[in-house]
């Protein structure tokens, strides 16, 4: 008796694939996906037989991985890349980018930059963002429109800027924008307190009661510079992370970014509380604000993400760019050749940042029944040849350059390198439109 395959809507067969979840790497094996869903991972051979697929995917040299997870950014400042570079953080901020989202922030800034970003980001393989902007109704409409996932900050401040009056407008304005994205399954939020040194105790008592409520993450800039830890030190008696923990707010929920500088009552603390650590290499070392002591929190089973943060102070969305920087540096810096493998960097990029979201049920790893999240990286080519181990070759050798096929949800968002969902006239008119307004800006 012959049994009818079932129909199914796609079947991807990659040379490789690594799921993740383990360190083992699947070989003549392919990925059912059926709606938005990852529905089996098995050999080549018995998927021909079982499945009949809309749309069937070859990949003779490439590896699968889950689609990778930029852990922090701020996706609409693409439209500010390079406008400041070599200037150290807080000069970078007040004198330059401040003032220039001043004359600028609107929802149509937002819009446009997040759309930048996001052809960016998913054509390297990125496949969901976290970012902590103002105006994430308009960024929502933006990464929707081009098919990607996103956890969108509810952001903090007790300035004003264009988007809000005050910490309560900024709050106010993020829920209700929440409530009206509520149903939308690439679409989730975060509160995003911009940092302990723009943040006052009551706004911080209120998102923690929030985070409590809503169940959200909660998505905060933490001991970035030496500065922000002598000012803490002397506006409240203790350093940053001491004072969030006084509040309440260290915890599982909680993505602290950057924190380069930790001493080990800090290390401990984050430990204690199984915190999250949003890593961003690159932005680091731009800005000189130092170095994280990654392999310290690994070696305490803190739980490490990578984030790219915003293409103004680094200038690339670059997740595997990220990737390599990491394991590089975490080795120099820890004098250990062995710290940060490939494989760990691969699970920061991927799964790590997903625990990271509240999201590892979902996302993060290539299994049956978790969301279709999926790229194809070359190993093919030239330059990435000979290869005798993929996982390293993904954060060794591969570029951007080398991601081919991405998926979210089960659908295409890049086939053959190129974006399936793209307004690429209309967006190229209003990136014109920025450079122009921007350099006007510019101008002394």
């Not at 059926?34 to 009949?52: S, V």
């Not at 993400?305 to 810096?333: H, P, Q, W």
């Not at 030239?382 to 998926?407: I, L």
Request: proline share 5%; glycine share 6%; charged share 20%.
């Amino acid at each position: 008796m012959t049994t009818t395959p079932e129909k199914i809507d796609l079947l991807i067969e990659p040379r490789w694939i690594a799921t993740v979840d383990s360190d083992s790497i699947l070989s003549n094996h392919a990925v059912a996906v059926h709606q938005d869903k990852i529905l089996a991972i098995l050999p080549t051979r018995e998927a021909r037989i079982r499945y009949a697929p809309l749309s069937h995917t070859k990949l003779d040299d490439h590896i699968l991985i889950p689609g990778l997870i930029n852990l922090h950014t701020h996706a609409a400042m693409t439209l500010m890349r390079g406008i400041a570079d070599d200037l150290p953080l807080m000069e970078w901020l007040q004198k330059h980018i401040w003032p220039t989202e001043g004359a600028h922030l609107s929802p149509q800034f937002v819009y446009d930059g997040t759309r930048l970003a996001c052809a960016e980001m998913l054509k390297g393989g990125i496949t969901c963002f976290n970012d902590m902007y103002f105006y994430p109704d308009a960024a929502a409409s933006a990464a929707t429109e081009i098919g990607m996932r996103a956890t969108l900050g509810i952001t903090t401040l007790e300035f004003p800027t264009p988007y809000a009056s005050d910490a309560t407008d900024y709050i106010n304005k993020g829920l209700a924008v929440r409530q009206k994205w509520l149903n939308e399954p690439l679409i989730n939020f975060c509160l995003a307190p911009h940092a302990p040194y723009t943040v006052s105790d009551t706004s911080f008592e209120r998102t923690l009661t929030l985070s409590e409520q809503l169940n959200l993450p909660i998505h905060c800039h933490v001991h970035e510079t030496t500065q922000e830890i002598d000012d803490s030190l002397r506006q409240h008696g203790m350093r940053p992370l001491q004072r969030l923990h006084k509040l309440g707010l260290l915890g599982p929920g909680l993505i602290g970014v950057h924190a380069v500088h930790l001493n080990d009552d800090d290390l401990e603390l984050l430990a204690a509380t199984s915190s999250n650590i949003a890593h961003c290499p690159t932005s680091n070392l731009k800005l000189a604000s130092g170095f994280a002591p990654v392999a310290k929190m690994r070696q305490m089973g803190i739980n490490v993400g990578l984030g790219t943060d915003g293409a103004a102070s680094n200038n690339r969305l670059d997740m595997l760019g990220e990737m390599r920087l990491a394991s590089l540096l975490a080795k120099g810096v820890s004098g250990n050749t062995q710290t940060l493998p490939a494989r760990e960097v691969l699970h920061m990029a991927t799964l790590g940042a997903a625990q990271a979201l509240g999201m590892a049920d979902r996302i993060g790893s290539i299994a049956p029944g978790k969301q279709a999240d999926l790229c194809a990286i070359d190993l093919g080519s030239t330059e990435t040849r000979p290869c005798f181990d993929p996982v390293s070759h993904v954060v060794n050798v591969a570029g951007r350059e080398h991601v081919t096929h991405v998926w979210v949800a089960g659908k295409c968002c890049v086939d053959n390198k190129t974006l399936r969902k793209s307004k690429q006239n209309d967006l190229e008119s209003a990136l014109a439109l920025w450079q122009n307004s921007l350099e006007f800006r510019q101008q002394p």
